[in-house]
């Protein structure tokens, strides 16, 4: 069974740009989450998509991320613009259902680097 | 909102000896996760506890969900270097993930 695939694995922008991170989830699970971890810290969830209607969104920095899961499988994870403390490593993660323990898997990570 | 804990912050430890690490909380938890993460790759799940006072083990790993459902505990036997790493606690209340800082581990051989 594939993984959860993620790309780019590393990025790195100066700051006021833009930056968009893919995620491809297990096939057939139906919630994906979007967690940022900062060095030295554990992850914090972003945004927790249930096929592809949002569950939890209580912590996304919406005046500058946003997130998409068209059709229910890929997501997109944007952050616009882009500010030094937005330097972290951004995992993608997925389940069968809402509980994040039944099957989840997270992905590499993307390494943002913000100048 | 909910926070946790995790204690120690680093551990150097020699190869063979055992590990205990823990998670504390002020909030309850319904369900209780240990991962562990090597560099450069995401957290990957140890162990998952769903009631108070539960104790699973995965191999040399036994991990312990808290009466008061406030806390958990993990501890590793008998070390291998291949147990470097960085282990999570995360807990569960209401659908809501909160992770702790993690427990960097080091062992020498």
């Known amino acids: 069974e594939a993984g959860v695939a993620q790309s780019p694995r590393y990025k790195i922008i100066e700051k006021r740009q833009s930056v968009a991170f893919w995620c491809n989830p297990i096939?057939?699970?139906?919630?994906l989450y979007w967690y940022q971890q900062i060095l030295g810290q554990g992850p914090k969830l972003l945004i927790q998509?249930?096929?592809?209607?949002?569950?939890?969104d209580s912590q996304l920095p919406k005046d500058r991320f946003s997130a998409e899961r068209l059709k229910g499988v890929d997501s997109t994870l944007k952050i616009q613009p882009a500010k030094l403390e937005d330097s972290a490593v951004y995992l993608c993660?997925?389940?069968?259902?809402?509980?994040?323990?039944?099957?989840?898997?997270f992905g590499p990570g993307t390494r943002l680097t913000v100048t | 909102g909910q926070q946790l804990n995790q204690s120690p912050q680093s551990m150097f430890i020699q190869e063979g000896e055992d590990v205990s690490m823990n998670c504390t909380s002020s909030s309850i938890f319904n369900t209780w996760l240990w991962y562990k993460q090597d560099p450069g790759e995401g957290p990957v799940l140890l162990i998952a506890?769903?009631?108070?006072?539960e104790l699973t083990s995965n191999g040399r790993l036994t991990a312990q969900f808290g009466i008061t459902r406030k806390d958990s505990f993990l501890n590793i036997s008998a070390s291998i270097p291949s147990d470097v790493g960085i282990y999570f606690c995360?807990?569960?209340?209401?659908?809501?993930?909160?992770f702790g800082d993690g427990t960097t581990l080091t062992v020498k051989p």
């Open positions: 506890l769903y009631k108070a006072g």
């Open positions: 998509f249930q096929n592809n209607g949002v569950v939890d």
């Open positions: 096939s057939g699970h139906a919630t």
């Open positions: 993660a997925s389940s069968l259902d809402k509980n994040l323990d039944r099957g989840s898997n």
């Open positions: 995360a807990g569960f209340n209401a659908g809501k993930s909160t």
